[in-house]
């Protein structure tokens, strides 16, 4: 009883953010999308500009706040995991905007250079491996790396959500938690009560059968 005890918490254990895959990601995301408003959309007078940027960064730093709430609230975590995604969605929608009202192209599933986007961003996870890419790249380019990131980042998030829901489902949420913890406490003392109370029972029958003995003439 005692080991079980042991194992119930009400914190779940911390995630490391910045380890997450689909974390590191959505900040190359947002970097990259900073970086393709500044080059090919106006610098005043376009609420494009703040819209994408906004959702960029609503991505990251929804990550960032869910991880760090979950550690007390699946709930929220998956809130706000779910509400990262929306805002990647957002962001893809003006991606896909954007090649469609400068009559450029959306790379499909087939295309080679998308074949060969694909496996580049799937074994790159941080900015520093785009850098040095990004101011030879063109719009249409851009575009399509972006949304290609957009994509790995949102099936990731979706089997990490998935996770999060069949843990949620087993352990429910903090109060769930607090009850299992406080259950097992209580069982534990039940448990040592009980005990104290057989060695007791025993004493006294050790007693009793001493005392006959003593009282025999």
Not at 74 to 79: A, G, R, T, W
Request: some cysteine; hydrophobic content about 30%.
């Amino acid at each position: 009883m005692e080991n079980d005890n042991k194992k119930k918490k009400v914190f779940k254990k911390a995630v490391v953010w910045k380890d997450l895959y689909f974390y590191r990601k959505s900040d190359v995301i947002y970097q990259l999308t900073v970086e393709f408003c500044k080059r090919f959309l106006p610098p005043y007078g376009d609420r494009t500009v703040d819209q994408m940027v906004q959702s960029a960064r609503s991505g990251k730093q929804n990550i960032v706040e869910g991880s760090e709430d979950g550690q007390t609230s699946s709930e929220m975590e998956i809130n706000l995991l779910n509400v990262a995604r929306g805002s990647l969605q957002e962001l893809r929608a003006d991606y896909h905007d954007y090649l469609h009202t400068h009559h450029l192209q959306l790379w499909s599933v087939d295309n080679e250079r998308q074949k060969r986007l694909r496996k580049f961003c799937h074994s790159h996870n941080d900015y520093d491996a785009y850098a040095p890419f990004v101011s030879k790249m063109n719009d249409e380019e851009m575009a399509n790396l972006v949304l290609t990131l957009c994509h790995q980042t949102d099936k990731m998030m979706c089997a990490y959500l998935q996770k999060l829901g069949e843990r949620f489902e087993k352990e429910g949420g903090i109060k769930e938690r607090m009850y299992a913890v406080r259950t097992g406490y209580r069982q534990q003392q039940d448990a040592h009560m009980r005990q104290l109370e057989a060695e007791n029972a025993a004493m006294k029958a050790e007693l009793d059968e001493l005392k006959k003995k003593l009282d025999k003439p």
